[in-house]
């Protein structure tokens, strides 16, 4: 049974503190609403079949993609599409929003990386 209730950001945000887990906040017809905080450089990767939505919820970070770096600030989003070579990168923290499908794994195609998350917390 769907939950109802609306969801609050700022206090779904409030409920963690570490970097690049990201925790499942909301699902819709086998996508996910994901909540993550970033800080420093990710790992280059890609998603073969998954596109990505990110949505810049506090603070901002970079994508960099191999041929240029797109800045995002809050209130900005980016698609990724499947198969492109990114990389988020934040200076300073940064919450944000994902939405993807429930299948995708956060390091995409990269082997096992001490990043890589394949079982997410639910908030």
Same mark, same amino acid.
């Given at each position: 049974m769907?939950?109802?209730?609306?969801?609050t950001?700022?206090?779904?945000f409030?409920?963690?503190?570490?970097?690049?887990?990201?925790?499942i906040?909301? &699902? !819709?017809?086998?996508?996910? *609403?994901k $909540?993550?905080k970033?800080?420093g450089?990710? %790992?280059?990767?890609?998603? #073969? /079949?998954?596109?990505?939505?990110?949505?810049?919820?506090?603070?901002?970070?970079?994508? &960099? !993609?191999?041929?240029?770096? *797109?800045? $995002?600030?809050?209130?900005?989003?980016?698609? %990724?599409?499947?198969?492109t #070579? /990114?990389?988020?990168?934040?200076d300073?923290?940064?919450?944000?929003?994902?939405?993807?499908?429930?299948?995708?794994?956060?390091?995409?195609?990269?082997d096992?990386?001490?990043?890589?998350?394949?079982?997410?917390?639910?908030?």
């Amino acid at each position: 049974m769907m939950n109802l209730d609306k969801v609050t950001l700022t206090e779904k945000f409030a409920q963690f503190s570490d970097y690049w887990n990201p925790r499942i906040a909301g &699902e !819709l017809n086998g996508q996910q *609403v994901k $909540l993550a905080k970033f800080k420093g450089a990710f %790992v280059w990767h890609q998603h #073969e /079949h998954e596109d990505e939505f990110f949505l810049v919820v506090e603070g901002s970070f970079r994508m &960099e !993609l191999r041929d240029k770096t *797109v800045v $995002l600030n809050k209130g900005d989003f980016m698609i %990724v599409p499947r198969g492109t #070579e /990114h990389r988020p990168v934040a200076d300073q923290e940064a919450h944000v929003l994902l939405f993807e499908p429930a299948t995708t794994i956060n390091t995409g195609t990269l082997d096992a990386s001490e990043l890589t998350r394949t079982t997410l917390e639910r908030l």
